[in-house]
Each structure stands twice: as structure tokens, then as C-alpha cells.
């Protein structure tokens, strides 16, 4: 595993916040400071410190839903001196890391956790998160049917922030949607999602001329807003951690599964070469 991978999934260091700490000298594997946040470590033999303290893998974690209000930005800080979610929580929570992201207008659950990997394995993961959406006009048969069938946009530009870098993009099918009011002025519609891009929804329904006024996700998974108060915390549920907890080691053995297969497709691939040398 890369040296910068290692810390991040195994402290509360981000993968930006890990290359930084070994490129400064900050960090020392076996011993030795180590610039290079590509050289390779391995879990529970390599014996990693950074600014003095011992990383070691590690299996508790912990995961809180946080109730974001608008106007907040998913950002430790911000250059112009906006808001963010880090000036709501409290310092228990400074360190925990948002599972994706709620744009500045966007509310609703967020997850946040003291573990990377935790975060990158849900934030990688195509888990069900539910969106109540308010958008300017009505939902016409064109937004239904890629709703149904997704799309893909050579221009996505519409509705994303105007320095994104991002232009093409594609959309997968929604997991699904229901129409709770549907009427020329303004519509109201639930919608289901398997992936969590940049700006998504918004980037959806401006390429059919409809702005989303109000965007508010009320689950993840298993996992519920319900009555949280706006600006509030909450830790998961017994049930909740346990669907969690199933979740990372259902992935976990996929991952080892995947590990053991390029292994084996690597030894045919080499002895293959031996035969034709022969």
C-alpha cells in the first residue's frame, strides 16, 4: 500500500493532509524519514509515525450524522471567509471526515467519521442516497424517461459552479423517483441516486432548462435524517452500525477477492513468459 494511502485510511489525516506531512519530513516508516508518499508500506509490519505518533491500522470507528443547513460550505476552510460545517460542530469533530458532499445551498444528512477509509469506502460505494428535491417548473417526459434510462452530456457545464473544471459527464439510471407535486410554476419530487458526482442533480435538470430551488438529502443507505434538528449531530443506531459494519466487510472481502485474482492472473501471465523463453 502507498506510504500516503496507509496514513490516510488508518488516522484522521486526509490523502492531501498525508502527502503534505511526508513531503515536509514529517513522517518516518521503519525508523527513516520518508519524503516519497508513493513508497510502498505493509499493513502491521511497516511501523509508520507521523509528527511523532504511531500510525497503526486499526478496526473502531466512529460515524455521526450531522443535519447540514444551507449556506455551509463542506470544506475545512474557505478563501472568501464563508461558512463552513466546521464552524458549526463542535471540536469533538474537527478532526472527522465528510462522507462526500452538500453544495453551499444544499442541506440535509451528511455522514462524517474519524476513519478515511471508512469514508472512502462509502463515498466509492453505489449505496442508495435519497434526495427531496424542489425544482422551478414541472417534470416533463424528457427529465422521466433519462431519469429511467440515464444519459450522458458532452456539456454538463449547466448547473454546475462556473469555475468546474468539469464538462462531459455521465448519468446512470435513478434507482427511482416519485412525483409529489408536478405543476408549471414549481414540481417536488423524491429521487434516488447510486452515486454521489459533482453537482449532479443540479447538472440533470439544467440540461432540461429546470433550476432546482431546494435540494435536501434525507438518507444514506440504511441511514435516515428523520427529525434531526438543522445544525444538529446524532451517532448511528445500533441497527445502523450494524448495516454499516456488514457493508465494510462485504467489501472487504471483495477487495481480498479481486487481490487473490490479479495474483493469480500475474503468476499464469509470468509462467507464461517462462514457457515461451524456453
Not at 149 to 177: N, Q, R, V
Not at 215 to 227: D, Q, Y
Request: glycine share 6%; charged share 35%.
Amino acid at each position: 500500500m502507498r506510504l500516503n494511502k496507509y496514513i490516510a485510511h488508518h488516522s484522521s489525516y486526509s490523502r492531501r493532509e498525508a502527502d503534505k506531512a511526508i513531503k515536509e519530513g514529517y513522517v518516518r516508516v521503519d525508523g527513516e524519514i520518508e519524503t516519497n508518499p508513493a513508497t510502498d508500506v505493509t499493513e502491521g509490519i511497516s511501523i509508520v509515525y507521523v509528527s511523532g505518533k504511531q500510525v497503526s491500522p486499526r478496526d473502531k470507528y466512529t460515524v455521526i450524522v450531522y443535519n447540514k443547513p444551507k449556506g455551509e460550505l463542506v470544506t475545512k476552510s474557505d478563501p472568501k471567509g464563508r461558512r463552513t460545517i466546521y464552524d458549526t460542530l463542535s471540536k469533538e469533530y474537527k478532526h472527522y471526515i465528510p462522507v462526500g458532499r452538500l453544495d453551499y445551498a444544499s442541506e440535509g444528512l451528511l455522514l462524517l467519521t474519524d476513519a478515511s477509509k471508512v469514508a472512502s469506502a462509502l463515498m466509492e460505494s453505489n449505496l442508495e442516497r435519497i434526495y427531496k428535491i424542489k425544482i422551478k417548473g414541472e417534470v416533463t417526459p424528457d427529465m422521466e424517461d433519462a431519469m429511467l434510462k440515464g444519459m450522458t452530456l458532452d456539456d454538463a457545464s449547466a448547473g454546475g459552479h462556473t469555475h468546474s473544471k468539469i464538462t462531459k459527464m455521465e448519468f446512470k439510471p435513478f434507482i427511482g423517483y416519485k412525483i409529489q407535486k408536478n405543476q408549471a410554476n414549481y414540481s417536488i419530487l423524491k429521487v434516488a441516486l447510486s452515486e454521489g458526482k459533482n453537482r449532479e442533480l443540479r447538472r440533470f435538470f439544467a440540461h432540461f432548462g429546470a433550476e432546482i430551488a431546494d435540494l435536501k438529502r434525507i438518507s444514506f443507505a440504511e441511514i435516515e435524517l428523520n427529525n434531526l434538528p438543522e445544525g444538529k449531530v446524532r451517532f448511528l443506531s445500533r441497527s445502523e452500525y450494524s448495516a454499516l459494519s456488514k457493508f465494510l466487510k462485504d467489501e472487504k472481502k471483495s477487495e481480498q477477492k479481486e487481490l487473490r485474482e490479479l495474483s493469480k492472473h500475474g503468476e499464469k501471465r509470468a509462467f507464461s513468459q517462462k514457457q515461451k523463453k524456453r
